[in-house]
């Protein structure tokens, strides 16, 4: 056996240990915050928003303390400071369902309605003002999206949209979707683009979160007026594809 095999094997044991005690603290952790959320229904939404604050604050630290999996930020100076936006972001993996929330706050997110059913999570996560859609039936789940999204956004909640639908991998592509755009047009709020690498070291549907520092840019806000839901989202888009290509170039990939 040689010593580079050794070392791979080494290594590759600790992403797997790292993972696993990752794991152990979701499982445990999540009852415990759901209840402490549930049990503050009748709080303000500001404290039960606070609580999962908390919660994602620690499972970020646990993230980095057991798989070694950090991010940095690039551009938070264009998140706007006394409005609302709508967010239209990369979706590559599960880490920006959770990160996000963190670098761009108050915030909602549009998911899927199935989610809330999930115990203690999902039943917490209902009190948080989620835009929740059925994705089976489009018409209705624009209906939703764009009535919820309104009322959500004249509460001064930024409102994160994965206009690809899905997680996608690295490299792949997806069109984006125009409910996004077609919600910033009807109400004027402008749209932020966001771009990631998560996927690189917390792939899709996988249990394995390798090491390394995830990189996150926010772009200039988008403008709404005199633009169509079309050019909304072609603008979008065309930012997210660039900056993707500067992050790979970063990367040295």
Known sequence: ????????????????????????YVLFSTPIVGVAILGGFFLPFSMRYRFADIWIDCLLYMLKLC?????EVEGTENIPKNQAAVILSKHQSAWE????????????????KSLLQIPF??????????????????????KMLLEQGVERLREGLFVLIFPEGTRVAPGAYKKFNA???????????????????????????SFVKYPG????????MISTLNKSTKDINAEAEAWISQAMLNISAESGK
Not at 67 to 71: D, H, K, P, R, T
Not at 97 to 112: G, M, N, W, Y
Not at 186 to 199: D, Q, R
Request: charged fraction near 15%; charge should be positive; proline fraction near 6%.
């Open 1 to 24: 056996m040689t010593q580079h095999t050794t070392s791979s094997r080494q290594a590759d044991f600790k992403v797997y240990l790292g993972s696993t005690l990752f794991f152990i």
């Open 67 to 71: 798989c070694g999996l950090s991010y």
């Open 97 to 112: 369902t959770i990160a996000l929330r963190q670098i761009i706050s108050p915030q909602t997110a549009v998911l899927k």
């Open 121 to 142: 999570g999902g039943w917490a996560l209902a009190t948080l003002k989620p835009i929740a859609i059925d994705r089976s039936n489009q018409k209705e789940a624009l």
């Open 179 to 205: 409910g996004g755009a077609m919600l910033a047009n009807k109400t004027g709020f402008p749209v932020i683009p966001l771009a990631h690498n998560a996927g690189e070291f917390w792939p899709r549907n």
């Open 213 to 220: 520092v995830i990189k996150v840019k926010i772009g200039p």
